[in-house]
Structures are given as structure tokens and as C-alpha cells.
């Protein structure tokens, strides 16, 4: 049966045969394992902090947590290949509550090292938790994919919720271990996550998956690709980069506690709020236009912050990076479906994936150095750099597009 005719028959049969159940199961996990990264992200500087052998490592768990991400797609990718995405998603999730468990561990007996294995097994969580993306688009006919894609992405806009509320509302319940019970609560949520996970139906590998399809190096050679990964790698790396330095920023610009709370709980909100349309416009307009609007975005987010050091500036600047981000990450993840065939997309996905996060944990390890060496506004000049980078591949590829499909 040829993938035209079989995508006619999915989407024709109800239920969860359309992939409907699926994709949603798939947003639900994506709300409650986002969780784990919020979790990291609000208690890892202040955990390593205290436990730290110097002042200097406190932020070392927040990048541990970044290379652990980056380290472990490839790895995700090939558990998916062989044994299929469930596979690698229960692998994932064992992560997620070994993650909860190891830090428990780590603030009960004061251990810095083993906090940082534990964020490490964060990171590696993390990595499997995005490629539910590409499941999602899996799950239905080729028509839906990039709807489905980015239904899974929405799902984040929980995680925003739950992973502050949860360490809001545990944080000081097993004293005097400030985390440790909250860290406990995240292996929970992660368990939980795996129970939902069980439903989900993705095709297994076929026989020519297996076989791995064509070499790597003809895939990456496609010009849609270099345009995929290049788009992808500037979308997240920029959000992190510049979210990163944010927070220190208003700290040192005397601004409160509380603003800058506030202003990543938006950032975080406008980040995965338009995966509810995002998937519309990719259908409507095509993925280079919206990555393009993202990559837009994203400059106009540095030129405000360019413009002043108010709060507002800084609101302002972390909404526009979280909208920047959805647009330019969800668009590029949608190129990156069109570079490969149905027997390639584990081995593809996961190498976009590498390349993503491997240039996002170098840019963890110097956004903050930047700003303390040479302030915000340097690092907010240094961000027009890659945008450029990832405007020219656009404009590369745009030239070359028509004509062309997946050999």
C-alpha cells in the first residue's frame, strides 16, 4: 500500500486509530514530564549553590542538565530505532523519576557530585521528552503532522504551571532539606507520566527502518536540512542564551526577586502558548515563513531589550524570546520532517536533535561569563550575529526549494 493510500485509510478509521488519542496522551506527557525541566531550572542554582565546593560551581548542575540533553538524543534515537519510540520514551521516564529520586538523595546527604549525576539523568529525560514532537507527527496522516507536532509542543504551557507550583507548594515540606521533598514530588510526576505513556500507540520499526535507509551524509547534505538544523540550533539557542542571562541581568540591574519570577513564568507561557496555532500556520503559510517570523521575533525581542533596563523592557523582551522561540523551533522541526524518508526519521530527528542541543549547552556555559564580563547589552548584540546566520540559510534555501522533494 503506498503512504498516500495509507494515510487516506488512518485518516478515515476513528478514534484512536486517526491518531487523535495519541497525540493528545503525547501532550498530556509533554505537560507533565515539562515539568522536570522547570523544576531544574528553579531549584538547580540554588541547590548547587549550597552544596558546592565553591561558589563558582553553582550554576555547573543547570549545565550539566543542558549537556545531558545533548548527550543523550543520539542515544534516544538509536532505543527508538531498534525497539521502537515507546521504548525510548519508558527509558526516558525511568530517567525522570531516577532524576527526582538521586537529587532527593543528594540534598539529604549533602552530596554536590550526586546532584549533579542527578540533573544529568534530568538532562537525558529532557532530550527524550522533546523527540515526543515527532512521535506525535507519527501518529497521523501526513496532512496533520505539522498540527500534531505542534499540539504536542501546547502541552508546555502546562508545564509552566505545574513544574513552579510544584516547588512552590513542597519545597519546605521534609525540613530541614530544602528541595528534597520536591525532588520526590518530580519523580512522582515523572511516574505518572510513564502510566500515560503506555497508551500510546506509535508504529513500531518496520524491516527498512532497521536497515537505516540512506547514509547519513546524502541526508545532511540536502540543503532543507542544513537549513533545518542551522534554524533550529539559532531558535533554541538564543532563547536559552539570552533566558539564561535574564534573570542575573535584572538582579544586577536592581530590579526584584518577584519581576523576574514574573517575567519568566510569561516567558515560559509565550513560549509554548502558540503550539495551540502554530501547527494552522505552518499548514497555511509554510514552515520557512514561520520560522522566519520567528527569527523576527527573536530580533525584536533584543532590539527592546536594547532599549532600557526597566521591567517592563525585560517583560517585554522574555515575551517576544518565548514567542521567537515557538515560531522558529516548532517551523524548523516541521523542515526537518520534509528532509528524510519514513525508514530514516529516528536516525534523523535524533541527529537534529544532537546538533540542537549540543550548540545550546555551549551556549549555557558562556551567557553567563558574557554578561558578568561584559554586560547585558553585549549579550543581547552578540544575538543579531546567528540570527543573521539563520536569515542568509533561509534565503539560501528558498532559492533552491522548488523543484525539490526527498529522494
Not at 215 to 221: Q, S
Request: hydrophobic share 55%.
Amino acid at each position: 500500500m503506498s503512504q498516500m493510500n495509507a494515510d487516506a485509510v488512518a485518516g478515515a478509521m476513528p478514534g484512536a486509530r486517526s491518531g487523535d488519542a495519541d497525540v493528545f496522551r503525547l501532550a498530556v506527557s509533554q505537560a507533565l514530564a515539562g515539568a522536570n525541566s522547570a523544576v531544574v531550572y528553579a531549584t538547580g542554582a540554588i541547590v548547587g549553590n549550597t552544596l558546592a565546593p565553591s561558589p563558582a560551581l553553582a550554576t555547573l548542575p543547570i549545565s550539566i542538565f543542558v549537556v545531558g540533553m545533548a548527550a543523550c538524543t543520539l542515544p534516544a534515537g538509536a532505543v527508538a530505532r531498534r525497539h521502537g519510540r515507546r521504548a525510548a520514551f519508558l527509558t526516558g521516564t525511568g530517567c525522570g523519576v531516577l532524576t527526582g529520586l538521586l537529587a532527593a538523595l543528594a540534598v539529604v546527604l549533602g552530596s554536590f557530585w550526586l546532584f549533579c549525576a542527578a540533573t544529568f539523568f534530568g538532562g537525558a529525560y529532557a532530550a527524550v521528552v522533546l523527540s515526543f514532537r515527532f512521535a506525535a507527527a507519527d501518529c497521523v496522516p501526513a496532512a496533520r503532522r505539522p498540527r500534531a507536532l505542534s499540539a504536542v509542543m501546547a502541552g508546555g504551557v502546562f508545564a509552566g504551571v505545574i513544574g513552579p507550583q510544584l516547588v512552590t507548594y513542597t519545597m519546605d515540606l521534609w525540613q530541614p532539606y530544602l528541595f528534597a521533598a520536591t525532588y520526590l514530588a518530580q519523580a512522582a510526576v515523572a511516574a505518572v507520566s510513564a502510566l500515560v505513556l503506555l497508551g500510546v500507540r506509535v508504529p513500531m520499526p518496520t524491516a527498512a527502518e532497521l536497515a537505516g535507509g540512506r547514509p547519513l551524509g546524502a541526508v545532511v547534505r540536502q540543503p532543507r536540512f542544513v537549513t533545518a538544523v542551522i534554524c533550529g540550533v539559532v531558535s533554541y539557542t538564543l532563547m536559552n542564551f539570552i533566558m539564561t542571562a535574564a534573570p542575573l541581568a535584572m538582579r544586577l540591574c536592581g530590579l526584584s526577586q518577584e519581576s523576574s519570577n514574573l517575567g519568566l513564568q510569561w516567558h515560559i507561557i509565550a513560549m509554548y502558548g502558540p503550539g495551540f496555532f502554530t501547527g494552522r500556520l505552518i499548514t497555511r503559510f509554510g514552515a520557512p515563513r514561520v520560522v522566519t517570523a520567528g527569527l523576527a521575533l527573536t530580533a525584536a525581542s533584543a532590539a527592546i531589550g536594547l532599549t532600557g533596563v526597566d521591567v517592563a523592557h525585560f517583560w517585554l523582551t522574555l515575551v517576544l524570546l518565548g514567542l521567537g522561540w515557538n515560531f522558529g523551533f516548532t517551523g524548523a522541526s516541521a523542515l526537518v520532517l520534509e528532509c528524510h524518508r519514513p525508514e530514516e526519521r529516528t536516525r534523523v530527528q535524533s541527529l537534529n536533535d544532537f546538533l540542537v542541543f549540543g550548540t545550546m549547552a555551549v551556549g549555557s556555559f558562556s551567557s553567563g561569563g558574557l554578561l558578568t564580563a561584559y554586560g547585558w547589552n553585549t549579550v543581547l548584540w552578540v544575538s543579531f550575529v546567528p540570527l543573521a546566520v539563520a536569515a542568509a540559510a533561509l534565503a539560501v534555501a528558498g532559492s533552491s526549494r522548488a523543484g525539490h522533494t526527498v529522494g
